[in-house]
Nanobody
Framework: QVQLAESGGGLVQAGGSLRLSCAASGSIFSVNTMGWYRQAPGKRRELVAD???????NYADSVKGRFTVSRDNAKKAVYLQMDSLKPEDTAVYLCYSDLLTIYRGRGDYWGSGTQVTVSS
């Protein structure tokens, strides 16, 4: 079994900060790109940020300069530091990873999501 487990969501006032964490576990041979998507009620799921196993990052325009994605390859973990949060950042944040697993080959895996709510 391969799992992605997120933590760190919560309620914060506008202008505040949160840090999300996600760790992959299970029968994993290697971890490629890891990142974060988000989905707000009534909206499509959108990419927030991702990072390759070489450290190349990619951000949605709406979060550039406010969010920072990072990873710890030894821990198979990805993090999202969110600063200067805005009410429009309110969403369920989902961790994902492109993994090469021992028994099922390569594929995209998702966490169950963590709620981030930013009050005005």
């Amino acid at each position: 079994q391969v799992q992605l487990a997120e933590s760190g969501g919560g309620l914060v006032q506008a202008g505040g900060s949160l840090r999300l964490s996600c760790a992959a576990s299970g029968s994993i041979f290697s971890v490629n790109t890891m990142g974060w998507y988000r989905q707000a009620p009534g909206k499509r799921r959108e990419l927030v940020a991702d990072i390759t196993n070489f450290g190349r990052t990619n951000y949605a325009d709406s979060v550039k300069g406010r969010f920072t994605v990072s990873r710890d390859n030894a821990k198979k973990a990805v993090y999202l530091q969110m600063d200067s949060l805005k009410p429009e950042d309110t969403a369920v944040y989902l961790c994902y990873s492109d993994l090469l697993t021992i028994y099922r080959g390569r594929g995209d895996y998702w966490g169950s999501g963590t709620q981030v709510t930013v009050s005005s």
